[in-house]
């Protein structure tokens, strides 16, 4: 069993448009997050959400958000893509107070 | 504040000989600190993580790190590098909700 699945693997579109990148963990974590890793391969976090709390990175444009339909979900919505956008999106779970994080394999966003 | 700082964004080393990565951290607290492996064009592997119970680490596939604070260092070792080490390696800070800070990653090399 998957424990932090992502969908889909890639997705190429077209700039302006809107996508949706779906999220799930089956480790009963209590926290979820959206990193972005840029060409440079740097990682740097988005988004984080719990019950109860939403934390933006100041950095990430409102074209960018997340939406938790439960607690073993977390879904990304992009709207009006644009081509700097292009990047891997990786999920990610912890349980905070064990400190133990878990990511999905990743998503591989293409805007042409 | 947190930052993590990579020394080396490339280190090569022949097959067989001792791998070091360097990470150093800067954190007002005592820190999580982990390891993290990057195969190409795949996820995030932990390899160890340090959250405040030994200073030596020892990881998966025969890493270990030793956290010095001291130092600011969560250094991470191998004694002998197998090919299959080729990869992206990123040295993390952090712990709960707000998610890891990322170094910019090291490339690590295997020479046959």
């Known amino acids: 069993d998957t424990a932090v699945s992502q969908t889909p693997k890639y997705l190429v579109t077209q700039m302006g448009n809107d996508k949706s990148i779906k999220c799930e963990q089956n480790?009963?974590?209590?926290?979820m997050y959206w990193y972005k890793q840029d060409s440079k391969k740097f990682l740097k976090i988005m988004f984080s959400y719990n019950n109860k709390e939403l934390i933006i990175n100041e950095t990430v444009p409102n074209r960018f958000s997340p939406k938790s339909p439960d607690k073993a979900h977390l879904n990304l919505h992009i709207n009006s893509l644009e081509l700097g956008d292009s990047a891997v999106y990786f999920c990610?779970?912890?349980?905070?107070?064990?400190?133990?994080?878990?990511f999905g394999s990743g998503t591989r966003l293409t805007v042409v | 504040a947190q930052s993590v700082t990579q020394l080396d964004s490339h280190v090569s080393v022949s097959e067989g000989t001792p791998v070091l990565l360097r990470c150093n951290y800067s954190s007002s607290y005592s820190p999580s600190l982990f390891w993290y492996v990057q195969h190409p064009n795949k996820g995030l592997q932990l390899l160890l993580k340090?959250?405040?119970?030994?200073?030596l680490v020892k990881g998966i596939n025969g890493f270990e790190a030793e956290f010095k604070k001291s130092e600011t260092s969560f250094h991470l070792t191998k004694p002998s590098a197998h090919m299959s080490d080729a990869a992206e390696y990123f040295c993390?800070?952090?712990?709960?909700?707000?998610?890891?800070?990322f170094g910019k990653g090291t490339h690590l090399i295997i020479q046959p």
């Open positions: 480790l009963g974590h209590d926290t």
């Open positions: 990610a779970s912890s349980q905070v107070l064990t400190r133990g994080y878990t």
């Open positions: 340090y959250t405040s119970a030994a200073t």
């Open positions: 993390a800070s952090g712990g709960g909700a707000d998610g890891l800070t």
